[in-house]
């Protein structure tokens, strides 16, 4: 029986751990140029209420004569202007990676965090062996681990226009107390229902947040990457192919508070580059944008289905879960 039968519905997407293992791997070394190098500039929009990126630091002032809380969870800035850090959108990439990939689950916290799946434990690199020896999961291969520096790195996003955050409350947020060892979590995209009591209390929160159709604008950077690899990476971007066409498939979820459906995003390409060795044994970059960019993420996504990387199941379960729901989020703790 629930501990709180009348508690509102979690907004849980949960993901099978596949049966398999997964794919392991040599790793693309670093001393050499060899498959694609770039940087693929993209934008992004916020598409749910609120996206909130913390800083872990507080505003604090007294003095507002209760129009406001006193104290609240700070946006992330960056010499005074609102970011979003690149490596806020590196981990959650990685995550959805991991779970389209049939990767390991590389972030286990707490003691109790353990999986089912004594082959989905976090990879290990040796480093009394060679890169050969070596072998990892795709998104290792991708991201890297402890001791192997990953091919895959995001810029800060910076604000395109003018951004004024505001202060919002929400229910304290807690980790689950009985995670399920079988499965990945993530947090459905639902509607944010506000508080109806403004004031300060037990229980709740205040952050600042930016609110929907906030953009920002940074880029992907890629090093030594297959045409599959960077088609996944598109995949977990919230890309897909159609009919021939590249659509969007969903909207990945970005920073914190998405226990309180926060942080929806629609990532948009904007320019793509890459690097190529030239005759002098130069780099020599090639760009192109609008619509000339569009045939070369088709190829790149449909390579990556017609490779095998992308686990059809898992993409198709998560895919599901991330579809906009008419329904609201939890207002209290849960």
């Known amino acids: 029986m629930p501990r709180n039968p009348n508690a509102e519905p979690k907004p849980f997407v949960l993901v099978e751990i596949p049966q398999e293992e997964p794919d392991r791997r040599p790793v693309a070394t670093h001393e050499k140029f060899d498959g694609l190098t770039g940087r693929l500039e993209l934008a992004f ?25 006193d104290v609240w969870y700070t946006f992330y800035r960056r010499n005074g202007q609102l970011c ?10 990685r995550a959805i990676v991991e779970a389209i990939s049939n990767s390991c689950v590389s972030q286990m916290r707490r003691p ?25 999961c795709p998104a290792c291969r991708l991201f890297g681990t402890t001791s192997y520096r990953g091919r895959v790195h995001f810029t800060d996003f910076l604000p395109q226009g003018e951004i004024k955050p505001e202060v919002v409350k929400i229910g304290e947020l807690w ?11 993530f947090y459905e995209r639902k509607s944010f229902q506000p508080l109806e009591n403004p004031a300060p209390q037990q229980g709740f929160r205040f952050v600042e947040a930016v609110q929907r159709q906030a953009k920002f604008r ?66 020599a970059p090639q760009e192109v944008q ?25 993409w198709n379960a998560l895919k599901s879960g991330f579809q906009p729901k008419d329904e609201g989020c939890p207002r209290e703790v849960y």
């Open 175 to 185: 980790e689950p107390k009985r995670p399920d060892p079988s499965r990945r979590r």
């Open 218 to 283: 940074g880029a992907l950077l890629f090093e030594n990457v297959s045409e599959a690899e960077l088609g996944l990476l598109l995949h977990a971007l919230g890309w897909q192919v159609e009919n021939g066409r590249v659509i969007m498939a969903f909207a990945p979820k970005l920073g914190g508070a998405k226990p309180r459906c926060f942080g929806s995003v629609e990532f948009r390409p904007v320019r793509l580059r890459l690097w190529s060795q030239g005759v002098k044994g130069l780099l």
């Open 112 to 136: 109790r965090e353990r999986i089912a799946s004594g082959a989905h434990q976090p990879c290990r690199w040796d480093p009394k062996k060679t890169a050969h020896e070596n072998r990892l």
């Open 290 to 314: 609008g619509k000339d960019m569009l045939p070369r993420l088709y190829q790149y996504l449909q390579g990556c289905r017609d490779s095998g990387l992308l686990h059809e199941t898992s």
């Open 84 to 93: 979003v850090p690149g490596t806020s959108l590196k981990g959650a990439i």
């Open 45 to 69: 929009t916020v598409v749910s209420e609120y996206l909130f990126v913390g800083s872990g630091a507080y505003e604090f002032d007294p003095s507002h004569g209760n129009r406001r809380p």
